[in-house]
Structure formats: C-alpha cells, structure tokens
C-alpha cells in the first residue's frame, strides 16, 4: 500500500474518531497492523495527525474560544474561570504524559491492550451512561475546579490505547453529575491543550523523521483529519442529546472481540 493512500485511512479514521468516546488511538493501532505498517514513522505519525481534528474543534468553536481570549486581559471572571477550568483539568494527563511518554508507546501500543481496553471501557461507558447522577451542571464554560480537577484525572486513564481521551473524560464528567451535552464539549475544549502538548512532544522527539519524504505523507493525514474531524464535531452534540453513549460502547465492544479474534486467528 502507497503511504499517500496509508495516510489517507488513517487521516479518516482519527478524524471519525477522535471526538467520540471510542479511542481514536486504539482505531489508528489496529488500523496500522491491518495495514501491516512498520511502527516507525507510523506510530508518530498517528499521534500527530490528531492535531489536525484538534483544529476542527477550534475553528467550529472559535467564536466562544475567542470570546474567552479577549476576556481575559480585561479579567472577566467567566473566561478567567474556563481557563483555569481546561488547565486543571489538563495538568494531571500532562505530567502522566510526560513521565510515561517512552513506556506508551513501546509497550502499551499493543493491539491486545487496545482490544482489551476497548470491551471493559465500552461496558464501563453503557454503566455510567444508564446509572450516572442526575445532571447538576449544564454549562460546559462554567464548572467549578473540582469538577474539572476530577475530569482531568480520569483523562490520565486514556494513556492507555483503546481507553479513549474522550471516554475516560466524559465518565468523569458524568459521574460528576454533568449532562450529557456539557460532557461532550468540555472534551472537545480539553482535547485541545492535551493533543496540542501531545504533539509538541513527539514532534521534537521524533524530528529526525521529518524528512522531505515523510512531511507531505504527515501533512495528507492532518488534512484528512482535520475535515473529517469537522463532520464530527458538527454533529456529535445533537446525537449525544438524542442517543446518549450506550451506541459508541456497542460499538467499542464489537470492534474489540473483532480485534482480539483477528489476533487469535494470527490475521491481525
């Protein structure tokens, strides 16, 4: 297979998945070995093209996102306390990130960790959907640091493959008593400084690979993510409001008994 046409599948597939609690990372694994890809470049390659669905998120939300720039110079409490909200919730998974960032990607990036991950975090995901508290907050802009604090918490679970970044922050939020809705798009506001710092990192550590040859093949998967990332962003809010999460936790424990019988076989 062509890397052009590589970059492609993969560009979709983080695209399609970054936003919805189903583990884009996890996907893009098992993608790559389906796709018998070797793991360099191709393992940095999956973590930075999901800056590309980062930029989806921005440009759909750019006019609360900018609200919130302006507001700070000026100290208007409500920007103050979103921002301190996204960085609270963003610190613990950036120390986590950093202490862990080589054991990640050499021993978690296993298509049986992925599999695995993906059938306990779906059936964990259709429990909190059906039992989570009632929703106390409603606004995603306005959570207090505690909410926030614990949200960033549970996002330190998705460095492992197939828990899923947006998963393991939307149970946070559940549990902590946010609607569904809100749940949803403080993961989106999240992933934006955590993708960021996620690809600063393997950016640097990995910027022998920027190569002539691998630079167009890294800039065809952004772009496909970043479109495809839009579709998703766009539409995920009013799926939530109508279906809840218990479709996206099906689908995560379909994908991982598919994976871990390809495994079994020797297919995957």
Known sequence: MSDWLAAIILGLVEGLTEFIPVSSTGHLLLAKALMSLPDEPWNTFIVMIQLGAILAVVVLYFGRLWKVLIGLPGKDPAARRFTISVLLAFLPSAVVG?????FIKTVLFSPTVVCVSLIVGGFVLMAVDRWAPPPRSHDAMAFGWKTSLSIGLWQCLS??????RSGATIVGGLLQGVDKKAAAEFSFFLAIPTMVGAFALDFWESRDLMTADFLPTLAIGFV???LSGLVIVKTLIDFVGKHGFTPFAWWRIVVGVLGLALIWTGTL
């Open 98 to 102: 950093l202490l862990f960032h080589d």
């Open 159 to 164: 460095i492992i493959p197939g828990v899923s």
């Open 224 to 226: 496909v993510s970043f």
